[in-house]
Each structure stands twice: as C-alpha cells, then as structure tokens.
C-alpha cells in the first residue's frame, strides 16, 4: 500500500509572480540516474522545485471539482496495482517529497497525459540531409497563471544509465513520463493531445481524467508518455522500431506522435486512436514535402479558425526555406513567432539525433495570442 501523504491545500498555496524566468531563458538541467532505486531518483529533483511543483499542483486542482477530485481519488486507489512498478514507485518518490498524497501526484501526471497543447516540426535539411526536430509547448487550460506556475517547474533531464547519458527529456518537476524527448543516435518525439475527434472540439477535461484511470483500471490500454519514456530507456530500439511499436500499442489516449531519425526521410506523424493507427504522415523531401507540422488536430482537415497555429507555422518555415533550416533559424524564426508562440506556451525544445543537440528554454510572452 502507497504511503499517503497530506492533500495539496488549493485554498493556501498561491503563486508569488507572473513568471519566475524571463523568455529565451535556457532550462535547468538536472541528472536522474537510472541505476538508483526508483523512489529515490527524482528527489533531488523534487527538492529544488518543491515549493513551486506544490503552488502548479494547487493551480491544476483549484480547476478540478472537490467531488470529481475525491472520486478520481478512490479510482486512483483502486487502480494502483495496475501502474508499472517503475511509475508507482517514482510518484511514490515524488509524494515523499512533496508531502502531499500519492494519489494527487497520479492526478496530476494524468492531467499532463491528456492536456498537452502543442505544435511539433520535424524538417530536413536540403545542405546537409539532418533532421530537426522542435516543438513548442503550450499549457493551462487557458489559465495563464498556470502556465505561469509550470514555466517555474519546466525542466531538462538527462537520464544516465551504467554511467553513460541514455536519453534526455524536456518535462515539469514531478511529472515522470516523456511528451518530449531524444535518444541520440537512434530517435526524437514529442507527444501532443488529439483534440479534435468529434464535433466538439474542446475535451472535457473531468470526464478524459475519470475514463482515463478507468481505462487504466480496466484494460492493458497504455498511458502514451509512459510508453514514450520505456521506448527511450530501451537503448535497442531506432527510429523504424520507435515508430512500429508506437503505431501498434494500445494507448489510454489519443494523439499525435511525432518522431524524428537521424536520417534522411526519417520523419513522420503518427496519428493514434486509443486502439489503433489511424495516419501515418512521413517527410518526403524529393516530393517537397521537406517538413511536417502539428498541431492538436488531423492534419488532413481544416484548422479551426478560433485556432490555427498550423498554418502560421507552416508560413513560418517555408520562408526560412530547406536550405538554411537548423535548430536556430526553427527556434528564432518559427517557434518564436505569433501565433505559434502565445500566451500559454509554457517552453521551446530544439532537438537533432542528427547531431546529437538538445536545448529547451522557457518562453513568456503576455503580448502574444491568447490560447483558448
């Protein structure tokens, strides 16, 4: 049985300023070692982002009714001995630190399971043949002083294993599974929700964390990020391997996977349904389609005009062209610009298997769009 700790008083803990870094600023990197026992490899983590994960935890759930929250609880309870020993254990890792519930920090990873709004890209170079791969991370549920609280808890994680980097991730401080990440050598991918899968285009959020912890409960169905955190700790798997395992798993949610190589063509959008593949969208340069962009919605309709990052990305990037595409012209020229980057873009990562490159920095822009 989870040792429990207190819940997170929404009523108490409140955020200090708008945001504690200032745009551009390059992340805190922070070393987690595999080879430590798994409660105890996020604690230095957690205690340098211990008063700031605890005012992002009051924020996500002052938006979570006391009633859902009590029963999503007792299904987190009940669910327990289902999670992957290595996830339980972590959390479990992260409570302790944080003195709060073990069910709380199982909330909250689900909440980032199924709300990462984002833009991801994956392009190839016509100079020298190397993929990029970047992505822009938009969060809190059109609440601006969460996004502000998790700029505060966005981190860079190296994770060693035999004494050697195995992979590195982009993630918030207590959050242990992988919406951004790179192998290098072998693959790179970011994660984003798939919002639009009826008429209605905004997700109920209450009703995803009750069904998602049911399906957890329920069924050999997968959380993605966890699954995206496993394929990057196993050092055999490359970007044709990422790509078939990530298209056949049955995943709790759905999204868009976008997986990026180290050779030319290896780029691809992979759309999911909980069940199954529904799209694979690859980069096919000598046909002109150098790049790929995402967004939260299939690629094949038309964006919705309340939200159309799509295309300002798309405009953004073709006039910085195929040949002087690279992680900065990406970064300066495409992620930095409105609306791409908006209000709640919480971080920019820049990544290259090509090159072996991993850089992500905090991006604050009230002036930009707002998002939702």
């Not at 859902?68 to 327990?80: K, T």
């Not at 199954?276 to 962009?293: H, Y």
């Not at 038309?302 to 910085?320: G, H, Q, S």
Request: glycine share 6%; proline share 5%; with cysteine.
């Amino acid at each position: 049985m989870a040792a429990r700790g207190h819940a997170v008083d929404v009523e108490v803990t409140k955020h200090p300023h708008p945001s504690g870094r200032d745009d551009g600023t390059i992340l805190d990197k922070f070393r987690v070692d595999l080879d430590d026992p798994p409660r105890q490899r996020w604690k230095h983590v957690m205690m340098a982002n211990k008063e700031k994960a605890r005012v992002t935890m009051s924020y996500l759930f002052s938006s979570l009714p006391k009633t859902v929250h009590a029963e999503i609880n007792v299904l987190v309870s009940n669910a327990e001995a289902r999670l992957p020993l290595w996830a339980r254990e972590e959390m479990l890792g992260v409570a302790d630190v944080l003195n709060v519930t073990f069910g709380d920090v199982v909330v909250v990873n689900l909440f980032f399971e199924i709300t990462p709004f984002c833009t991801s890209i994956v392009s190839q170079s016509a100079a020298s043949g190397k993929m990029y791969h970047a992505r822009n991370m938009d969060f809190g549920l059109a609440m601006p002083e969460l996004s502000a609280s998790l700029r505060d808890i966005a981190v860079d994680v190296e994770f060693w294993k035999a004494g050697k980097l195995a992979f590195s991730a982009t993630t918030f401080a207590g959050y242990v599974g992988v919406a951004t990440g790179m192998r290098a050598g072998a693959f790179s991918i970011t994660a984003n929700e798939r919002e639009m899968t009826g008429s209605i285009p905004i997700p109920n959020i209450f009703k995803s964390l009750i069904n998602l912890v049911g399906i957890l409960m329920k069924t050999d169905a997968y959380p993605v990020t966890w699954a995206v955190r496993e394929l990057l700790e196993d050092g055999k798997t490359d970007f044709d391997g990422a790509v078939s395992v990530l298209g056949a798993r049955k995943f709790a949610t759905q999204m868009y996977l976008t997986v990026g190589g180290v050779s030319p063509g290896e780029g691809v959008v992979l759309t999911r349904g909980r069940n199954e593949l529904l799209d694979t969208w690859r980069i096919d340069a000598d046909a002109g389609q150098w790049f790929l962009v995402q967004t939260n919605y299939d690629h094949w309709i038309p964006m919705p005009p309340w939200d159309n990052r799509k295309v300002p990305a798309e405009k953004a990037i073709t006039e910085v062209g195929a040949e002087e595409i690279s992680p900065v012209t990406i970064y300066e020229r495409v992620l930095s610009r409105d609306p791409v980057l908006n209000e709640l873009t919480v971080y920019s990562t820049s990544m290259s298997c090509s090159e072996g490159t991993y850089e992500s920095r905090v991006r604050d822009c009230p002036k930009c769009s707002p998002f939702r």
